[in-house]
């Protein structure tokens, strides 16, 4: 997981073709609200074979901070970024590491992007309960429309986007009651963005 970020900010560089080269700045993502709703989290059920729990619930609430390279062309931006992040829930809290690639159309306002992203997660997560469980590290996925408002250096940051993401319950005794916690669902994400 180390090599994570970087290999992604490598492919970037092969991916952009060698004319565009002069065109490619450092993009910085800081994106302190991302609400998740999951409807097939709450009231899902974890044992150890002692105590049973279960989630209450359909939010989480994450955090990121992602940086990487951008390709200012005349119609668009080709963003693509590196981060780390921190998952909170009722029962379950954790980091996650993430990349991302977003193509951003400028809008004819100049001050407003829109387009599509795509997002791979990688879930480290810790049941923060009394049941002696623990979670397995999770990759996930994001799909969605992401917005922007305002000049190059700095704008607001916002999208809607599908996530797909099943987190698998272990325990050191029995076997868990239920299949894996579906986090699957809809999330809102707003931040800012800083281009230089």
């Known amino acids: 997981m180390k090599n994570f970020v970087p290999m992604f900010l490598l492919l970037a560089m092969v991916m952009i073709p060698a004319k565009g080269y002069g065109q490619v700045g450092l993009v910085v993502g800081v994106t302190p609200g991302i609400f998740l709703y999951s409807p097939d989290a709450d009231g899902h059920e ?10 209450d ?15 200012d062309a005349e119609m668009f931006y080709l963003d693509l970024t590196g981060g780390v992040g921190y998952l909170y829930n009722s029962t379950f809290t954790g980091f996650l590491y993430m990349g991302d690639l977003a193509l951003r159309f400028k809008l004819p306002t100049e001050v407003m992007t829109l387009g599509p992203h795509v997002s ?22 994001v799909a969605g429309l992401a917005f922007t408002v305002g000049t190059k250096p700095f704008s607001f940051a916002a999208s809607i986007d599908y996530v797909d993401a099943a987190i698998e319950v272990e325990s050191d005794r029995l076997p868990v009651a ?11 994400q707003v931040g800012v963005l800083f281009r230089f």
């Open 46 to 55: 974890v044992s150890d074979g002692l105590k049973t729990e279960e989630i």
């Open 57 to 71: 619930g359909y939010l989480s609430n994450l955090a990121t901070l992602n940086a990487g390279i951008a390709w």
């Open 120 to 141: 791979l997660l990688e879930f480290q997560p810790d049941w923060d309960g009394d049941a002696d469980v623990s979670l397995a590290d999770t990759t996930g996925y």
């Open 178 to 188: 239920n299949e894996d916690l579906d986090m699957s669902g809809l999330a809102v």
